[in-house]
């Protein structure tokens, strides 16, 4: 069956059908070449009517009920007007590649939602589990009329710092009565927060959450010190009452307006685009240098390494021999 072309996939994104939208990040995923080429056209052409939406990445530990605040968070904000997309990125199998892709089961509420598009994507072989085509999701998305991003990180690695790459705001989940409330989570993601929320803040649970609240604005103060712009608020909540939540939403808000009133919105953005491109470029040329002849020398160089004929340097250096006069 032949493929829509590239005036047919943009048309019906701008017109918010859902049916091409999800068939355009099919398109985005695929890796066959005649597709990513097709599907470059398609991005370039939508950019300008993407990069206006609230761009939110939500990390946790396991347990911390991610995937349930983000049903109630994203419910919420659809019926404040917005619309909204998630997408999530679920752990691959090291061994099969395989994905759980199982959010939608997790988020019912909100996958029947009109004004909310869920898009599940397995994480693959990028590093720390983020989708390598997250970022042209988001634009795609935005530029389909979706005005809030929410992007669920795996929870684990460096996939939260490439998510708090590609994101305006990045909410850490955090939940309480877990023995040390710093413990589990390392102090580089408390450095890319925004925000911390105490998730599960309900019931015999409140009491434990506030105590949990007041550990987490302790260490805040002990890594920024007095001078910050913005100091991250520790705040807590519960996805099954909603309490809290209008709270996350206004930190938000006023985080957006701080940075768009100081110009560091539009400089964060530039930043992260030199860096996305940056990460394109990398990732092409480790793919162009496999299918090149120096990976046969590079898989030769390995047995000398190991036995101990030549040293690493050398072996290197045989290997970049190879790639001179070699076309990209």
């Known amino acids: 069956m032949k493929k829509p072309d590239a005036q047919t996939y943009i048309r019906g994104i701008l017109q918010g059908d859902r049916r091409l939208l999800a068939k355009t990040i099919t398109l985005v995923e695929s890796a066959l070449p005649a597709d990513q080429v097709l599907a470059r056209n398609i991005l370039d052409e939508l950019m300008p009517?993407?990069?206006?939406?609230?761009?939110?990445g939500i990390t946790g530990l396991p347990g911390a009920g991610k995937s349930t605040f983000i049903e109630s968070f994203g419910t919420m904000l659809t019926q404040k007007g917005y619309?909204?997309?998630?997408?999530?990125v679920d752990p691959s199998s090291p061994k099969t590649g395989g994905s759980i892709?199982?959010?939608?089961?997790?988020?019912?509420?909100?996958?029947?939602?009109?004004?909310?598009?869920?898009r599940p994507s397995p994480s693959g072989k990028t590093l720390g589990g983020v989708a390598r085509k997250t970022r042209e999701t988001m634009l795609i998305c935005e530029a389909a009329g979706f005005d809030a991003m929410l992007i669920e990180t795996v929870g684990v690695g460096q996939s939260e710092v490439a998510v708090a790459s590609m994101v305006d705001f990045f909410l850490v989940l955090m939940i309480a009565g877990g023995g040390d409330e710093l413990q589990g989570i390392k102090k580089g993601v408390l450095e890319?927060?925004?925000?911390?929320?105490v998730n599960k803040a309900d019931g015999d649970n409140k009491t434990k959450a506030e105590i949990?609240?007041?550990?987490?604005?302790?260490?805040?103060?002990?890594?920024?010190?007095?001078?910050?712009?913005?100091?991250?608020?520790?705040?807590?909540?519960?996805?099954?009452?909603?309490?809290?939540?209008?709270?996350i939403l206004n930190i938000i808000l006023e985080h957006r307006?701080?940075?768009?009133?100081?110009?560091?919105?539009?400089l964060k953005r530039k930043g992260q685009a030199r860096e996305w491109l940056k990460f394109l470029v990398k990732e092409g040329v480790q793919e162009?240098?496999?299918?090149?002849?120096?990976?046969?020398?590079?898989?030769?160089?390995?047995?000398?390494v190991e036995e101990g004929r030549i040293t690493p340097a050398t072996a290197a250096a045989k290997v970049l021999?190879?790639?001179?006069?070699?076309?990209?």
């Open 83 to 88: 619309r909204v997309a998630v997408l999530a």
């Open 321 to 328: 021999e190879c790639l001179k006069g070699q076309k990209f």
């Open 257 to 266: 307006q701080k940075l768009t009133e100081s110009g560091r919105l539009q």
């Open 192 to 197: 890319l927060a925004d925000a911390v929320a």
């Open 49 to 56: 009517f993407a990069g206006k939406a609230l761009r939110v």
């Open 101 to 118: 892709l199982a959010d939608k089961t997790r988020m019912e509420k909100l996958s029947v939602n009109e004004k909310a598009f869920i």
């Open 212 to 247: 949990a609240k007041k550990e987490y604005e302790r260490a805040f103060h002990l890594m920024t010190g007095p001078g910050h712009e913005w100091r991250p608020p520790v705040v807590t909540c519960s996805s099954l009452t909603m309490e809290g939540l209008e709270n």
């Open 288 to 304: 162009w240098f496999y299918g090149s002849p120096a990976a046969g020398e590079l898989e030769q160089s390995f047995r000398e």
